[in-house]
């Protein structure tokens, strides 16, 4: 596909704090409909990637060119105003564009979408779980019906079967609504499951290590498969980083 | 249906809020008991009772001229809290969003906490002779600083995590004051707006009576001269009950209801 077609095109995009480099000279591209899968090491600037990506911070170096309406943006916390119900946080995304006030049925619809309850909407985040804070988190980002969504580690606070089930969340709402996203994790299964396509980030600034396509659609890959695949590329010397800084950080 | 369900949990609320009242009221009398007794031990003369006390303010709200000082009390008290939390507040949010504008106004403004609100009275009855405006121009001085620290420290201890989701939703600056900054100041306002109400009463009258400018503080300046020691206390008993009533009429039925959410994060047998 032509560069032109892209939703989103990072180019030669480096950034630096305080004079450290971050990353240098990063690639980046989302195709209508693609999900990517952004991996590294723990402090190798992918939330600042991300960040870069949905306009929260300027890049020192590049260009960032975005061919879409909208986008949404669901962080590592669900960072919902505590002093709003559920349903005026997910009605939030909206009326901050400018919406103005949406319709209830349409939000009590998003709510359902990601299992939220008619009566969890008119409770405040400090009476839900962490759970359905994150629920409440991905609806507020699915309600502004937006063409690319930023996922910047989202799920890595929730217990393992509940995880499982907000990815599901987030593959069925990707199939249904065809947004493209940009999801970073630092898991690799996690990132197999989801994505089209991963790209790992290296701790040495110097931009991707691989970048490779998943075989199968999100949603239709099987526990074996996952397995398999994870198992083969945690093997494979260009994911090396991804455990090895691990590895150090215990040493 | 979805009016009558609103009207009902307003009734609720205020009937709470009503109710709550019964323990401020036991706290007062306790007061009023230990005041009994002083009154017991030293006399009429030197603590008339709280019963004397009582008497002697119906007499005096049944007064002609009481009306009248009473008004010119309130309104200096209220206009100088007025421009005390409006000014103190708004500079302090300015001072909160730019560092330069903090750097440049704490210290004027530690150097107004540090000056002496008396010599500020002095100040003003030479700069506005003995009118009002010598009570109002204290009280504004006097009560500034507070309003200021609450701005300051609510914008400053903003949560930057809430602002930035906001900000990715495209939401501008007013926006993003309205909903993210503005209900997290709230909690630090009104500790600050409810000392200023309190200290507005104090100052005025203070500011009355030492300036001879009439008002409640003036009618305390005769009586001290008459020695009528009931009369004295009456004048506090009603500076204290305006001061109260600023507080818990005014101020409290506002914060209680901008911050319900509040209440939501407390488990349940905790509550009250």
């Given at each position: ?89 997910i ?19 998003r709510g359902?979408e990601v299992?939220l ?18 629920r409440a988190a991905v609806a507020r980002a699915l309600a ?108 | ?272």
């Open positions: 596909m032509g560069r032109e077609a892209m939703k989103l095109v990072l180019d030669g995009v480096g950034h630096a704090f305080f004079g450290r480099a971050v990353f240098e000279d990063v690639d980046l591209s989302l195709a209508p409909g693609e999900i990517v899968a952004l991996l590294g090491p723990s402090g190798c600037g992918k939330t600042t990637l991300l960040q870069i990506a949905a306009g929260l911070v300027d890049p020192l170096r590049g260009r960032v060119r975005r061919a879409y309406r909208r986008h949404a943006v669901v962080f590592q916390e669900p960072r919902l105003l505590p002093w709003m119900t559920t349903h005026d946080n009605a939030y995304g909206l009326r901050a564009g400018g919406a103005g006030r949406p319709p209830a049925d349409a939000i009590a619809r359902r299992g309850l008619a009566h969890d909407l008119d409770k405040y985040p400090a009476e839900l779980s962490g759970g359905m804070r994150q502004v019906d937006p063409d690319v969504i930023f996922f910047d580690e989202p799920f890595t606070a929730v217990d393992v079967g509940l995880k499982r089930s907000l990815q599901d969340l987030v593959i069925a709402a990707a199939a249904r609504e065809h947004f493209s996203a940009l999801f970073v994790t630092h898991d690799l299964a996690e990132a197999v499951r989801i994505a089209d396509r991963l790209a790992v980030l290296s701790e040495g600034h110097r931009g991707f290590v691989t970048e490779r396509r998943i075989e199968g659609r999100p949603g239709e890959r099987d526990d074996r498969f996952i397995f398999d695949l994870v198992e083969a590329w945690s093997r494979d010397p260009a994911f090396a980083e991804l455990f090895d800084s691990e590895r150090e950080g215990l040493s | 249906m979805k009016p009558l369900a609103s009207f009902l949990a307003w009734t609720g609320w205020a009937g709470r809020y009503l109710w709550s009242a019964w323990a401020g009221a036991a706290g007062l009398f306790c007061l009023a008991a230990a005041w009994q007794a002083g009154h017991e031990i030293y006399g009429s003369f030197v603590l008339p009772s709280p019963w004397e006390t009582v008497l002697a303010v119906v007499a005096l709200v049944h007064e002609a001229s009481f009306a009248q000082a009473a008004m010119e009390t309130a309104s200096r008290a209220l206009a100088g809290f007025a421009l005390a939390v409006l000014i103190g507040t708004i500079t302090g949010i300015v001072a909160g969003y730019s560092f330069a504008t903090m750097r440049l106004t704490r210290p004027i403004v530690t150097v107004i906490l540090g000056v002496p609100p008396i010599a500020w009275i002095v100040l003003a009855l030479i700069w506005f002779g003995s009118s009002g405006g010598s009570a109002v121009l204290t009280v504004v001085v006097a009560a500034l600083p507070i309003s200021f620290a609450g701005g300051l420290q609510g914008v400053a201890t903003r949560d930057r995590a809430l602002d930035i989701m906001a900000r990715s939703f495209g939401a501008g600056p007013w926006m993003r004051f309205r909903t993210v900054t503005l209900p997290h100041l709230v909690s630090y306002l009104f500790p600050a707006w409810t000392t200023t109400a309190g200290s507005a009463w104090k100052i005025t009258v203070m500011a009355e009576l030492l300036s001879n400018t009439g008002g409640l503080g003036g009618d305390l300046a005769t009586a001290r001269a008459l020695f009528d020691i009931p009369r004295v206390m009456a004048l506090i008993v009603v500076t204290v009950v305006f001061a109260l009533c600023t507080e818990y009429v005014l101020l409290d039925p506002i914060r209680d209801r901008l911050e319900r959410w509040r209440e939501a994060g407390v488990p349940w047998g905790v509550r009250r």
